[in-house]
């Protein structure tokens, strides 16, 4: 199986651009994150999703927009890239469970996206 | 909201020593803990969680935590690092609607030299 992967691994933006971090999995999970991860902050969700056709905010969502229009696909989109949005993507994954059950939180991450915004 | 406050930013160990990675929760009716292990240039991976019943909970790699309600926290041991400990480590607990939300600590660093 493949996982949780995403694309592309590494891309620099210029100030203003835009574009989309793809991930996509093949484990039927229902719900899906995108978390950023910088040096001494840990990982910060950005947005969240608990099936197709539904999205949430998480705790940093400006200036990001997603969309999940299948199970298996749930695109970031930065519009208007600015160097405070240069870190490392990460997409994750997980089953839907019971709270407390032993599948529950268990996340798999992909590999990671790193964005540089110059 | 449930949270996690992780102490210690980096811990450089030499290898066969024991080492400690502390973990503190903010107090909850119910508590799930976990930690996450990040390896150089990887995504993070499940080391071991704990949900309920037992307060000793045993993960993979040899690791350990202890759960510790009257001091609200969830410390991270093993008793002999190798050099292949060397990674990032993260506490993490559930929040929002659902419990479905996993919010992650800043991390520790554990450095393991020879």
């Known amino acids: 199986n493949a996982g949780v992967t995403q694309t592309p691994k590494f891309r620099i933006l210029k100030i203003g651009q835009s574009m989309t971090l793809q991930c996509t999995q093949d484990?039927?999970?229902?719900?899906m994150y995108w978390y950023r991860q910088d040096p001494g902050m840990g990982l910060k969700l950005i947005y969240y999703?608990?099936?197709?056709?539904?999205?949430d905010k998480g705790e940093v969502p400006n200036g990001y927009n997603v969309s999940r229009s299948t199970t298996e696909d749930f695109p970031l989109r930065l519009e208007l890239a600015a160097p405070s949005q240069t870190s490392v993507y990460f997409c994750?994954?997980?089953?839907?469970?019971?709270?407390?059950?032993?599948?529950?939180?268990?996340?798999?991450f992909g590999a990671g996206s790193r964005l540089t915004v110059l | 909201a449930q949270s996690v406050t992780q102490l210690d930013s980096q811990v450089p160990v030499f290898e066969e020593a024991p080492v400690e990675l502390r973990c503190n929760y903010s107090?909850?009716?119910?508590?799930?803990l976990f930690w996450y292990v990040q390896y150089p240039n990887q995504g993070l991976q499940l080391l071991l969680k704990?949900?309920?019943?037992?307060?000793l909970v045993k993960g993979i790699n040899g690791f350990e935590a202890e759960f510790n309600k009257s001091q609200t926290s969830f410390h991270l041991r093993k008793p002999s690092v190798h050099i292949s400990d060397t990674a990032e480590y993260f506490c993490?607990?559930?929040?929002?609607?659902?419990?479905?939300?996993?919010?992650f600590g800043t991390g520790t660093r554990l450095l393991v030299s020879p």
């Open positions: 994750a994954s997980s089953k839907t469970v019971l709270r407390g059950t032993s599948g529950a939180n268990v996340l798999t």
């Open positions: 704990y949900l309920s019943g037992s307060t």
């Open positions: 999703s608990v099936g197709a056709g539904i999205t």
């Open positions: 484990m039927n999970h229902n719900y």
């Open positions: 107090s909850s009716v119910s508590v799930y």
């Open positions: 993490a607990t559930p929040r929002g609607p659902g419990f479905q939300k996993l919010v």
